[in-house]
């Protein structure tokens, strides 16, 4: 092991710790009571920013941390491991990615040190439309340019955070499809400033969902964003939203190898207390087992996020080992959480344990932001070049 490289470990096992020590003062029973109200975790996000971990990723001279995506990777995982949802705060993490590689000097400037600062929430990211899913490049919202702004119409579907943050990237159609050559072309990505745009063009509707992810659908009547806002080139927005998804999927895999780790040591934590027929139930082979191969598979997708993470703050490309992390971790986390309902018996109903909560939360992962079957598409046909698809 290089000097280097030991030197690295041991400062993200320092950051592990300083994370797991912020989470314990926050506790479940913080998390369940927010599920129950369907409340933000507001003081637990400002004192994660305050600390620097939501914004490790932006580098220093913008105000952040100027850490890569293995040290922000282990901060999401501690998070979730404390038995908190992470998805309260995630997106701050890696929306900012797009305005670091695509925003002009003077946008890097205006944002980022106020993000870092905690003046500024940017976590929402808006691509989702309810009449087209995973299609994106399909999606219907436009935005016309009129003199000094661009005018936004359309819909979006399931944009999570949007009441607690102040600014979101949003994805809009300006050249209509049948004008460009690729699908791809033709989008361009904006920063709305919500303060401004809510009630003013842009409507907010809660999604009453089955996890506390602060979903909303949005209704875009003639919203005026002013031209400074667009984010790159105009036409050119997908490759801005593209940009960032490895980033964000290497985060949200860890949150999975998180609550992975999370479910694995309440099941073995509750197997060694609970006696049924005068022993604990992990005595019991059928109980061992399947929390065992939980442990096997969750530590094995924590090598892959461990090499896509690796592999990214190398510069190196990384979109073959960042989709698999993100599929093999939430769905090693989703097995881990239907074991330890198992393991718990009756009690993993009881919200005092914790258990049903974050196996909702956990289930997530395998449809957001990408579903399993999307990543098995990139990898059958971009990293096995078998026959596309669509
Ligand atoms: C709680 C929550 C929070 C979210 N937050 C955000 C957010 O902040 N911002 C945002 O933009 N979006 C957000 N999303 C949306 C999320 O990214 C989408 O739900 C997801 O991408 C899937 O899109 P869809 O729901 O339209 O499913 P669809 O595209 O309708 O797909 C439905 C199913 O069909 C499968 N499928 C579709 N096409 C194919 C194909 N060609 N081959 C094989 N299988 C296929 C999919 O894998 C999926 O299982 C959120 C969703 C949820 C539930």
Same mark, same amino acid.
């Given at each position: ?26 506790? @479940?029973?913080?998390? =369940?009571? *927010?599920?129950?109200? &369907? ?5 637990? +996000?400002?004192?994660? !920013? $305050? ?111 949007? @009441?607690?943050?102040? =600014?979101? *990237?949003?994805?809009? &159609? ?5 004008? +460009?050559?690729?699908? !791809? $072309? ?205």
């Amino acid at each position: 092991m290089s000097v280097e490289s030991a030197a690295r470990d041991a400062q993200i096992s320092e950051i592990r710790g300083s994370v797991k020590a912020l989470c314990a003062r926050y506790g @479940e029973q913080y998390w =369940l009571e *927010l599920d129950a109200t &369907r409340g933000y975790p507001t003081q637990f +996000v400002r004192e994660l !920013t $305050e600390a620097g971990f939501l914004t490790a990723l932006i580098p220093e001279a913008y105000g952040g941390a100027g850490l890569g995506v293995l040290e922000a990777a282990v901060i999401m995982e501690e998070i979730s491991r404390s038995g908190a949802h992470a998805g309260a705060c995630h997106a701050q993490m890696y929306v900012m990615g797009s305005i670091l590689r695509h925003g002009s000097e003077t946008q890097k400037r205006l944002y980022l040190p106020k993000i870092a600062a905690g003046e500024l929430r940017l976590q929402s990211f808006g691509v989702t439309e309810p009449t087209t899913g995973t299609d994106t490049t399909n999606l219907k919202t436009t935005a016309t340019r009129v003199g000094d702004n661009y005018i936004i119409n359309g819909q979006k579907v399931w944009i999570s955070r949007v @009441e607690h943050s102040d =600014l979101m *990237l949003l994805l809009a &159609r300006t050249t209509s499809r049948d004008q +460009v050559a690729r699908k !791809t $072309e033709g989008l361009s990505a904006f920063i709305v400033d919500l303060r401004d745009a809510v009630g003013h063009g842009l409507d907010v509707r809660p999604i009453n969902a089955m996890i506390n992810h602060h979903a909303c659908e949005l209704f875009f009547t003639d919203l005026k964003v002013p031209a400074e806002n667009l984010l790159g080139e105009e036409g050119r927005g997908f490759r801005v939203i593209l940009d960032g998804m490895n980033a964000e999927r290497i985060l949200i895999a860890s949150e999975c190898v998180g609550d992975g780790r999370y479910f694995t040591d309440k099941s073995v934590a509750y197997a060694n207390e609970r006696i049924v027929f005068g022993r604990p139930i992990g005595q019991n082979q059928g109980v061992q087992f399947p929390i065992a191969r939980c442990h096997a598979e969750i530590e094995a997708a924590a090598l892959m996020v461990d090499k896509a993470a690796r592999l990214f703050d190398a510069g190196l490309d990384c979109g073959a080992e960042a989709n698999m992390a993100k599929m093999l971790a939430s769905e090693a986390s989703w097995r881990a959480g239907d074991v330890a309902m198992q393991t718990h018996g009756g009690f993993a109903f009881a919200r005092e344990y914790h258990i049903e909560r974050k196996f909702r939360e956990t289930r997530l992962y395998q449809i957001a932001p990408i579903s399993t079957n999307l990543i098995l598409s990139f990898v059958a046909e971009h990293v096995l070049g078998l026959p596309r698809s669509f």
